[in-house]
């Protein structure tokens, strides 16, 4: 068993690393030793404003002092470096979606238990004060029995800000691949398993055009459907209605509504770490407000909650197995859009129970 901190590895210098890196270079748990890309070039500008190494990615997964690796590649590469990874004796923390397709990310997670590793995976933000609290409102009670929930991501797209915006609309993107994790994890984390899905989508144009950077003008071609609506079903008759676009010119997004036999919640936006709760009961004409209350450091939280979990031999709450889950609950989205059938969701996952409040992910716990 290792001691001290945690050495951590980079692969991928795209816009997301730098939102870790902000987080775990002040999280004494962790220890950031290197990061790599594709573009070497790339590697080392992120490297050198951070003043960490920048490496190969070879060099990378051969360096005895790395233990998790984040693998913050594009969508469609995330099963394959993962297994690099993995292979390297090393565990990983990836971005979601996990991997693109069920057998890709299944083999993930059959090849993690292989070789006594552990495979984690974003959304980490539901990991934040926000969302932690509005689940401990629901754990204890605060709105009775849930039974129903609505979800809300609408969006022109983000090729008015994002300088290279053409990943989010291929294969493993979309609003559905791309935001539906946040909000399909916040789900199952109140409602449970989902067990079925019922769906309905939509394109409402074949190319968009890139609005800012230096590629700003240029057009590219949309591989996916820009708008789903989903009815899904979870395990004991729960439901909840959710939407996915990247066809709305009046943006609606991070809206999260969880309804129980006592009242309903409307919970912070689970693409972010604060926000405050609102509950609603029954007999009252305005709601309560209840504070977040706990961590909200931001993306790289889940990397650090991973190791001290691998430290103490406990599961992690951002887990594979809860990844895998929500992305066969997408994948069920997609395919009973295309179809009009209702489909299966081809998973469970047991769900872990929230953080304590106190829990800090920049404290010293690790020696």
């Given at each position: 068993m290792n001691a001290g901190p945690a050495g951590v590895g980079v692969i991928g210098a795209g816009n997301i690393a730098t939102q870790y890196l902000t987080t775990l270079l002040g999280c004494p748990d962790v220890a950031v030793r290197g990061i790599a890309d594709a573009d070497p070039d790339r590697a080392r500008d992120l490297a050198g404003r951070h003043g960490i190494a920048a490496l190969g990615v070879d060099e990378l997964l051969a360096r005895d002092d790395i233990e998790v690796v984040l693998n913050l590649t594009h969508p469609a590469a995330h099963a394959e470096v993962g297994h690099r990874i993995l292979a390297a004796g090393k565990h990983v923390w990836s971005e979601k979606p996990l991997a693109t397709d069920h057998d890709a990310a299944a083999g993930l997670l059959a090849a993690a238990e292989s070789a006594g590793l552990r495979v984690a995976c974003a959304p980490d933000t539901v990991l934040g004060a926000g969302i932690q609290t509005a689940l401990r409102a629901i754990a204890r009670g605060d709105i009775g029995e849930p039974l129903t929930a609505t979800t809300m991501v609408h969006l022109p797209g983000p090729e008015s800000w994002?300088?290279?915006?053409?990943?989010?609309?291929?294969?493993?993107?979309?609003?559905?691949?791309?935001?539906?994790?946040?909000?399909?994890?916040?789900?199952?984390?109140?409602?449970?398993?989902?067990?079925?899905?019922?769906?309905?989508?939509?394109?409402?144009?074949?190319?968009?055009?890139?609005?800012?950077?230096?590629?700003?003008?240029?057009?590219?071609?949309?591989?996916?459907?820009?708008?789903?609506?989903?009815?899904?079903?979870?395990?004991?008759?729960?439901?909840?209605?959710?939407?996915?676009?990247?066809?709305?010119?009046?943006?609606?997004?991070?809206?999260?509504?969880?309804?129980?036999?006592?009242?309903?919640?409307?919970?912070?936006?689970?693409?972010?770490?604060?926000?405050?709760?609102?509950?609603?009961?029954?007999?009252?004409?305005e709601p309560a407000p209840i504070p977040a209350a706990g961590s909200d450091h931001g993306r790289g939280t889940g990397v650090v909650e991973l190791v001290r979990a691998i430290r103490a031999g406990v599961p992690e709450r951002a887990s594979g197995a809860m990844a895998a889950h929500v992305l066969d609950i997408l994948l069920a989205v997609d395919r009973a859009a295309a179809s009009g059938a209702v489909v299966p969701v081809a998973s469970t996952v047991a769900v872990p129970q929230p953080l304590p409040e106190g829990w800090d992910p920049a404290e010293r716990t690790l020696g």
């Open positions: 994002h300088p290279s915006p053409e990943f989010l609309y291929a294969p493993g993107a979309g609003p559905l691949f791309d935001l539906g994790p946040y909000d399909v994890t916040t789900l199952v984390l109140a409602l449970g398993p989902a067990t079925r899905v019922h769906a309905v989508s939509s394109t409402s144009r074949a190319t968009r055009t890139i609005g800012s950077g230096p590629r700003a003008g240029r057009t590219f071609p949309v591989q996916v459907p820009t708008h789903h609506a989903a009815l899904i079903e979870f395990a004991g008759g729960r439901s909840a209605q959710s939407t996915f676009s990247f066809q709305h010119a009046l943006p609606r997004s991070g809206f999260v509504e969880v309804n129980g036999t006592e009242g309903t919640i409307v919970l912070p936006d689970p693409n972010r770490f604060d926000g405050t709760s609102l509950l609603w009961r029954y007999g009252h004409d």
